[in-house]
């Protein structure tokens, strides 16, 4: 099954938020991060990484 990683991002954020409440800052710096992180040239480590 495909899930835009737009949707997973907007469901994992929700998520956080309505079960940890941490503060809005944190949340949109972890989720943009994540998004930047897999669009760039260490996606390919990060993965290799996660797959073993």
Do not use: H
């Given at each position: 099954?495909d899930?835009p990683?737009?949707?997973?991002?907007i469901?994992?954020?929700?998520?956080?938020?309505?079960?940890?409440?941490?503060?809005?800052?944190?949340?949109?710096?972890?989720?943009?991060?994540?998004?930047?992180?897999?669009?760039?040239?260490?996606?390919?480590?990060i993965?290799n990484?996660?797959?073993?």
């Amino acid at each position: 099954m495909d899930v835009p990683l737009w949707l997973a991002l907007i469901v994992v954020g929700y998520l956080g938020i309505k079960l940890i409440r941490p503060p809005w800052w944190l949340v949109v710096v972890i989720l943009l991060g994540g998004y930047l992180l897999a669009d760039s040239l260490l996606a390919p480590l990060i993965d290799n990484t996660i797959n073993q």
